[in-house]
T-cell receptor, first 113, second 113 residues
Framework: SQKIEQNSEALNIQEGKTATLTCNYTNYSPAYLQWYRQDPGRGPVFLLL?????KEKRKERLKVTFDTTLKQSLFHITASQPADSATYLC????????????FGRGTSLIVHP | ETGVTQSPTHLIKTRGQQVTLRCSSQSGHNTVSWYQQALGQGPQFIFQYYREEENGRGNFPPRFSGLQFPNYSSELNVNALELDDSALYLC????????????FGPGTRLLVL
């Protein structure tokens, strides 16, 4: 069956360090992968999209990698700040090239001052 | 802010009742998707509407139904409410021209007693 796996345990890091979150998937052949940020009680906010033919994408302090052989994406936040504390969701397209992303359960990131 | 609005923000219903949730999409967006998010889980896809037609449906029973209007706003209707329907219901709008990014509203928190 299709699965999107994100670490259910919260990631605790110190301010200024790099946070790395992992998204693994099985039985998908996604055309793209997205990362979203969600604060408690709020809707997810889009951060980055990376396509199957891209290895890496950057946006300010954020970096995403996409390895379709390992079926894994890594999401990095450099120089993390307490304001980065949130749940981060990865999402894959539901079927190759569709406009319907399927979400993982998310990983909670806590950045300590 | 994404420009996607949802109403009401909170709702309490009893088992067996019916509920209608509303969503106004971002200006220029012709696609609306609805998601159910239980506590500690990722958003689960319910269905998507593109130009007033259903364009995909997740693994939800027929008592979950929807509509999209000519102005691209949308409704989610749930009949015969069950306790497990308690969740955050998220609406996301998008534009085929703009790609796969989903712009989420703040959600409606539904509690079924």
């Amino acid at each position: 069956s299709q699965k999107i796996e994100q670490n259910s345990e919260a990631l605790n890091i110190q301010e200024g360090k790099t946070a790395t979150l992992t998204c693994n998937y099985t039985n998908y052949s996604p055309a793209y992968l997205q990362w979203y940020r969600q604060d408690p009680g709020r809707g997810p906010v889009f951060l980055l999209l990376i396509r199957e033919n891209e290895k890496e994408k950057r946006k300010e302090r954020l970096k995403v990698t996409f390895d379709t052989t390992l079926k894994q994406s890594l999401f990095h936040i450099t120089a993390s700040q307490p304001a980065d504390s949130a749940t981060y969701l990865c999402a894959l397209d539901r079927s190759g090239g569709s406009y319907i992303p399927t979400f993982g359960r998310g990983t909670s990131l806590i950045v300590h001052p | 802010e994404t420009g996607v609005t949802q109403s009401p923000t909170h709702l309490i219903k009893t088992r067996g009742q019916q509920v209608t949730l509303r969503c106004s999409s971002q200006s220029g967006h012709n696609t609306v998707s609805w998601y159910q998010q239980a506590l500690g889980q990722g958003p689960q896809f319910i269905f998507q509407y593109y130009r007033e037609e259903e364009n995909g449906r997740g693994n939800f029973p027929p008592r979950f139904s929807g509509l999209q209007f000519p102005n691209y706003s949308s409704e989610l209707n749930v009949n015969a409410l069950e306790l497990d329907d308690s969740a955050l219901y998220l609406c996301a709008s998008s534009s085929r021209q703009g790609g796969e990014t989903q712009y989420f509203g703040p959600g409606t928190r539904l509690l079924v007693l």
